[in-house]
């Protein structure tokens, strides 16, 4: 079983659609991030958090540390909003753990 | 402000053979953390450098080795190339240990032949 489960596996929206991707944990973290990856490999850093919610634009993350889980949501979805979406958390032992990602497609 | 760089882009080796992979970090950044991703999956965690100490690893064997300099720049080095070593590796470099934001950089595609 993976440290990391996200859910689900791929998605396709419309554009404009309300957008959820989730994410449970197994083990004790000291921070949760979500991660893009586009077509090409390259990642970038959307959220890290380790309690309550943040926002950013149109997309907004939040955390439940007793449930061990967190939800990535976007809002007015939009075709340049394709990506794989990963989770991934760090333990205090400088452990990494990552899901295996969404892919994401927003359909004009 | 210079991103994180990685060199090269793509390596092709051949099984047995040796292979060493570069990371430039963040300018600021003393943290970097090397990982590799297989085609179709999420990345796993191949170990962490802070101030030149490694201190942190994951699930990886020995011949997977690293450096980081008095610069922050890092090395990965791996030894006895197999076929599944095939993977973009990627480094990403942060402020300080975790929790800190990571910064990724393009990946290095290797092929193992």
């Known amino acids: 079983k993976n440290e990391v489960e996200q859910s689900p596996q791929n998605l396709t929206a419309q554009e404009g659609e309300f957008i959820t991707i989730n994410c449970s944990y197994s083990v004790g973290i000291s921070a949760l991030h979500w991660l893009q990856q586009h077509p090409g490999g390259g990642i970038v850093s959307l959220f890290m958090?380790?309690?309550g919610k943040k926002k950013h634009g149109r997309l907004i993350a939040t955390i439940n540390i007793q449930e061990k889980h967190s939800s990535l949501h976007i809002t007015a979805s939009h075709p340049r909003d394709s990506a794989v979406y990963i989770c991934a958390v760090s333990n205090t032992g400088n452990q990494f753990y990552f899901g295996t990602g969404t892919s994401l497609t927003v359909i004009p | 402000e210079t991103g994180v760089t990685q060199s090269p882009t793509h390596l092709i080796k051949t099984r047995g053979q040796q292979v060493t992979l570069r990371c430039s970090s963040q300018?600021?950044?003393?943290?970097v953390s090397w990982y590799q991703q297989a085609l179709g999956q999420g990345p796993q965690f191949i170990f962490q450098?802070?101030?030149?100490?490694?201190?942190g690893r994951g699930n990886f064997p020995p011949r997977f080795s690293g450096l980081q300099f008095p610069n922050y720049s890092s090395e990965l080095n791996v030894n006895a190339l197999e076929l599944d070593d095939s993977a973009l590796y990627l480094c990403?470099?942060?402020?300080?240990?975790?929790?800190?934001?990571?910064?990724f950089g393009p990946g290095t595609r290797l092929t193992v032949t």
């Open positions: 300018s600021g950044h003393n943290t």
């Open positions: 450098y802070y101030r030149e100490e490694e201190n």
């Open positions: 990403a470099s942060s402020l300080g240990q975790a929790p800190y934001e990571q910064y």
């Open positions: 958090l380790s309690s």
